[in-house]
């Protein structure tokens, strides 16, 4: 396995350099002892190349990447897959302003259509066993033949839980009409290496996509790729890169982002598969016991329902932190558990039987109150981007059941929106967001409204 960058890096490392260039930590070991790698922490030099114009081992790190992602250009994202959500939204603005976007999508698509002057066309999304699904192709088609100034189409495949979208049927469509699919692949990065699930990966169907690949894959946090499959988006893509992408990139992350794909495409078959039989069989296992999970997923996601135990899932969540097992979070009804490739079969077990432990403990029956139903959208009364523009107060969540949001509100994770701006608050949709733990898109616990016909109240 070549690894241009991290090699790279070690070399230098070795050299022992004096180092008068950033960052400041300058890899001293003894007042900076916490953070053993620190050496492998450098900046643009004559070695290591520069990520807003590559010509050395970041450029052939990504022309190996692509050529294994199956993409004609791939680009590193040390911000996560924000930042190429932010790129793949600039190459909307010049296609019509508009794009069709999945109510759920993440926060990120959102706030990039706000800064860009991009309108979402809002797809519903069905919803199974309290869990909102993708839309089909046949509500792009929809909103592709109602509004001729949807410039691309924006899914998230797979989401949160596992859900994917059907992909190829809604490439057919966006073929018919001439518009390029963007994707946020962001949690199913490993897709690819998937024996049995590469098929729903979202670079088979895609225009450009991203890969969070910190998520699923052996990469450090923010580590993630966007991939480009039109050569014609590129330049665009790439102006947005330019944009929005930090100046301040870190070595380490550009590393682990090289060596996550190519150790996957090197042993992610029989690691994926491993993880997967074990995870089928700790299922089973747990359904015999009566402790039932999420049946959506298509993905190494356990999300275990302890609602349907009479058992608050947020109980379950701590008791199950007190045992030493970390769950990715609990969204009032399941419990989700992310593994990855490089999840081991011990801890697969390990989880199991503190799932067992947690079902078989008597203080927590009963302690299950049933979450807020998924709120249904609230009457739109203004665009998106006009309510953003407009005059507003903030409110306690129940006193501003009726009023029309001025911006995006929603439960932190999975980051997508209950209330989305120009659309009326509902009663349900403000009792989620006033029972949440994490929220985004509120201040102080309260929510941005729109102040019809007056100054607001706190001058905005």
């Not at 603005?93 to 993440?106: M, N």
């Not at 509004?147 to 495949?157: C, E, Q």
């Amino acid at each position: 396995m070549k690894l241009h960058i991290y090699e790279a890096l070690v070399s230098y490392k070795k050299k022992r350099a004096a180092r008068f260039h950033m960052p400041g930590h300058k890899a001293n070991r003894r007042l900076f002892s916490p953070f053993r790698d620190a050496a492998l922490d450098v900046t643009e030099l004559s070695f290591s190349d520069c990520l807003e114009s590559p010509a050395g081992v970041i450029a052939d790190a990504q022309e190996d990447i692509a050529a294994i992602l199956g993409a004609k250009r791939s680009y590193i994202l040390t911000d996560g897959a924000t930042a190429g959500i932010f790129a793949m939204l600039y190459a909307v603005r010049r296609r019509g302003g508009k794009v069709a976007v999945a109510r759920s999508s993440h926060k990120s698509v959102y706030n990039a259509c706000a800064l860009l002057g991009v309108e979402p066309y809002i797809l519903q999304n069905n919803a199974r066993d309290g869990v909102l699904l993708p839309p089909g192709a046949a509500d792009v088609e929809a909103a592709l033949s109602r509004d001729a100034k949807i410039g691309a189409v924006l899914l998230t495949s797979p989401d949160y839980y596992g859900n994917t979208a059907d992909l190829a049927a809604v490439r057919k469509v966006c073929d018919r009409f001439g518009k390029p699919l963007f994707v946020d692949g962001a949690h199913g990065a490993y897709l690819k290496f998937d024996p049995d699930m590469s098929g729903e990966y979202a670079g088979n169907f895609a225009s450009a996509w991203v890969d969070g690949s910190h998520k699923t894959m052996p990469t450090l946090t923010q580590g993630a790729l966007l991939n480009a499959a039109d050569e014609a988006l590129v330049p665009a893509l790439e102006e947005g890169l330019d944009v929005f992408r930090t100046t301040s990139p870190s070595y380490p992350i550009m590393a682990s982002v090289e060596y996550g794909v190519k150790f996957l495409a090197e042993r992610g078959a029989e690691l994926i598969d491993s993880v997967r039989r074990e995870l089928a069989l700790a299922k089973a296992r747990l359904a015999k016991r009566g402790i039932s999970c999420y049946g959506g997923s298509k993905t190494l996601v356990f999300a275990v329902d302890f609602g349907a135990l009479g058992i608050s899932p947020s109980a379950a969540y701590e008791e199950l932190e007190r045992r030493g097992v970390f769950a990715e979070l609990c969204d009032g009804r399941y419990v989700l558990f992310y593994l990855s490739p490089l999840t081991a079969p011990a801890q697969i077990a390990r989880m199991e039987r503190a799932v067992r432990a947690v079902a078989r403990t008597r203080s927590l029956r009963g302690s299950y109150e049933a979450p807020h139903e998924l709120p249904l959208p609230g009457a739109r009364k203004f665009s998106f981007l006009a309510a953003r523009g407009m005059p507003y107060e903030e409110l306690p969540p129940m006193q501003a059941v009726g009023r029309v949001c001025a911006r995006n509100a929603g439960v932190s994770p999975p980051c997508y929106p209950v209330a989305v701006a120009g659309e009326q608050l509902t009663e349900e949709g403000a009792a989620a967001l006033a029972a949440a733990k994490h929220t985004f898109g509120m201040r102080e616990g309260k929510v941005a409204v729109l102040n019809i016909g007056g100054r607001a109240g706190n001058g905005r």
